[in-house]
């Protein structure tokens, strides 16, 4: 693998791939540009890939309890503090279901996945 460049890559825009070195360290990347090279561009290859941004590697955390990281994205939620609201999953069970686990009010809950948790 040593000797894989972008090249020999099939991509995706917008898909995240996971980058691994060193047999363990793990790096989260997502190509969102690709285009010609133009004149205008750095000629020299050193230069390249280009880093359009960087994460800043902050957790999304739970709303409610601001110890875990954030799992499920709440809207139109009369318990939430603030619409949209990003919850753990205990969190979310305890507020927005009782215990039978049935729904309590009219809400939405998206599953939410930080990058940020894991890159």
Partial sequence: MEETT??????RLGQPYLF????????LVVFSDI???????PQDLAEYPVIASKSQKRRQMCVACQIHTAR??????YLA?????????????ALHYD???????NFQAYLYFDVNAVA
């Fill in 81 to 93: 503090p603030e619409d949209p609201c990003f919850l753990c999953e205990p969190c979310l069970k």
């Fill in 20 to 27: 691994l070195h060193q047999g363990d360290c793990e790096h």
């Fill in 35 to 41: 285009r010609m090279l133009r004149q205008d561009d």
């Fill in 72 to 77: 499920w994205l709440i809207r139109n939620s």
């Fill in 99 to 105: 215990k039978e686990g049935n729904k309590v009010g």
């Fill in 6 to 11: 972008f090249l020999d890559l099939s991509l």
